[in-house]
């Protein structure tokens, strides 16, 4: 009678860890369900700025060269703090979904262009800072037309990134 008492308790004992283990597993698999979803849209929102972005070192080049008020480029330059924000918190988002230094070194680079575009829309030498680092702007801008999203990015280019947003001067 013992035997079976002790029987009848191990049994209930697996039956609810099996129940349990069956329970969190679905859990599990609906968050991770989830995480992809959110992941998915984070990577759709970056086709546009991507693309804008890409064609900043153009715009900026042409404004540049027709000498465009100093309040029209400040304007052009608005619009492009809008877009790089944009990569910024996708990149911060993503890194954190899934830990991949890419994104990091991606955040980081678009917070120094955000950092310098805003030092050159309140410097009385917008045109000047912008010249004298064109060059660099066009790089910047040639490794981010070359992503469809910013899943794209690889650790190189991401690494590329930073060092040329670090060398930016204002």
Request: glycine share 0%; charged share 20%; proline share 1%.
């Amino acid at each position: 009678m013992k035997t079976l008492h002790i029987r009848i308790i191990l049994l209930t004992i697996l039956i609810t860890t099996l129940a349990y283990s069956a329970f969190t597993t679905y859990q599990l698999i609906i968050i991770q369900e989830r995480n992809k979803i959110l992941m998915d849209y984070i990577i759709s929102q970056t086709d546009l700025p991507i693309a804008l972005i890409g064609d900043m070192a153009n715009d900026i080049s042409y404004l540049l060269n027709i000498n465009a008020s100093r309040t029209l480029v400040n304007t052009k330059l608005h619009f492009y703090l809008v877009n790089i924000r944009t990569l910024t918190y996708s990149s911060m988002m993503l890194y954190e979904s899934t830990m991949d230094e890419k994104y990091m070194y991606m955040r980081t680079a678009m917070k120094n262009l955000e950092s310098f575009l805003l030092t050159v829309i309140n410097s009385q030498d917008t045109n000047k800072y912008l010249r004298n680092n064109m060059d660099k702007i066009k790089e910047i801008s040639s490794i981010i037309k070359n992503l469809a999203t910013i899943e794209d990015i690889t650790l190189v280019k991401a690494k590329k990134l930073l060092e040329l947003t670090n060398s930016l001067k204002a």
